[in-house]
């Protein structure tokens, strides 16, 4: 499996790159961090240090926002502090001074953080504790029993979501030097070998636990995730779904609109509370509000990464209508969506989940309109800031869906 895996990463091919503007400012950037690098390395004197603190200062000034001809580059502030640093010090790059072991444990930590894609794995927790709140129907449900299932599908997930983030950086090792260099594998902190490792583990845990849980519910979930997961980044004949717009919104729809609320909802109810299962009017509006919301993330997601997509000829939806539009379609949306649960709130028999469910979307969708009308699209650090709040609007949602009663 690990050697199957290691030989679909492929480096894609590069048609037109060397005409691509954006691209060539990249490898620019990338040949002034080396030729810093190498400058200290060889402790070249007199002339060597001038040169290496001008190229720093280029670099500096290029960093997030792009070269001179408007160009937008990727790069990220933690890896240039650090590329710098080691290019200002006064040791070869062959003997770098030891780190303490704190430091070690801190890189390791810090590494899988980013490997791991902590907002999709903060949405994944919450989405379960929200769902599984809506099979609660009396007070005396909340006990051990509830709890410890709710806690064995949230740690399944979670490990099965590592999986498929993992999966998608090692399919897209390339791209990320683009788009997200500072992810682990893109920037040469992980070898491929580690994460091919790393996933392959996770998956196994996460089929593992759900086996001996023996929840039916859970572990569907978790095979339909997998293989779409599987299908949607893997670089395979007939598979790596992400190539295609439609269908790569669609697999994260399914995911996160119809699995996630209907299969852990399940969960909780059938295998847990041993009730009929029952597709009740609150789990109704949150599979419906998230199909929305999955969109949404589906399209906005490529927004930022739109050079590395033209690059790489990932046919996204912002590379077909252009960042702006499709933004704009983002938010009409998620406007829609909210206008839909402030009618759904305000026909609620129940007065606290009418005040609770009205006036939270009512104040989420000023909120998001207001942000929304001041984006610069001329920064891609203020898109990707942007889609980190949409993530922020998600956890929000799952906040107010155990309130639709």
């Avoid at 001996?212 to 598979?239: E, K, M, R």
């Avoid at 909802?265 to 041993?274: A, E, F, G, N, S």
């Amino acid at each position: 499996m690990e050697s199957l895996l290691i030989g679909s990463f492929q480096r894609p091919s590069v048609p037109l790159a060397a005409e691509f503007s954006p691209l060539k400012t990249s490898m620019h950037s990338s040949r002034t961090i080396v030729r810093v690098l190498k400058c200290k390395a060889w402790k070249r004197p007199g002339k060597c240090d001038s040169t290496s603190m001008k190229l720093q200062r280029q670099y500096m000034t290029q960093e997030l926002v792009g070269g001179s001809d408007g160009s937008i580059i990727p790069t990220d502030r933690k890896l240039t502090k650090r590329f710098l640093v080691h290019a200002s010090s006064e040791h070869p790059l062959e003997s770098q001074p030891s780190k303490s072991p704190w430091n070690s444990v801190h890189d390791a930590v810090d590494a899988f953080y980013r490997f791991s894609r902590p907002h999709t794995v903060i949405g994944t927790a919450l989405s379960i504790i929200s769902v599984s709140l809506l099979a609660v129907e009396k007070f005396s449900d909340f006990s051990p029993l509830f709890f410890t299932g709710m806690l064995e599908a949230i740690v399944a997930a979670l490990f099965m979501n590592i999986y498929i983030v993992g999966l998608n950086q090692l399919s897209d090792i390339e791209i990320d030097k683009v788009n997200k260099p500072y992810l682990p594998l893109a920037s040469g902190e992980y070898s491929l070998q580690t994460g091919v490792i790393i996933v392959l583990s996770f998956a196994i845990l996460s089929f593992w636990l759900g086996w001996i849980v023996g929840s039916w519910p859970l572990f569907w979930a978790l095979f339909i995730s997998f293989v779409l997961g599987t299908a949607y980044s893997i670089n395979l004949p007939l598979l790596r779904w992400k190539r295609f717009a439609l269908v790569a919104a669609m697999c994260i729809f399914a995911v996160r609109a119809v699995i996630v609320q209907i299969a852990f909802y399940l969960h909780i109810q059938t295998y847990v509370y041993r009730r009929p299962a029952v597709l009740s009017r609150p789990l109704i509006f949150a599979t419906a509000f998230m199909s929305f919301f999955s969109v949404v993330i589906a399209l906005f997601k490529d927004i930022p990464d739109i050079v590395g997509d033209k690059i790489f000829g990932i046919q996204s939806f912002t590379v077909r209508l252009g960042q702006e539009k499709v933004f704009w379609i983002c938010i009409s949306l998620l406007e829609m969506a909210y206008l839909v649960a402030i009618v759904v709130g305000a026909t609620s028999s129940n007065i606290w989940s009418k005040y609770f469910t009205v006036v939270g979307h009512a104040a989420l969708a000023l909120l998001l309109w207001t942000r929304a009308k001041s984006i610069d699209f001329s920064r891609k650090a203020a898109i990707t800031s942007f889609y980190m709040f949409i993530w922020k609007l998600f956890y929000a949602e799952y906040l107010l869906i155990p309130l639709v009663r």
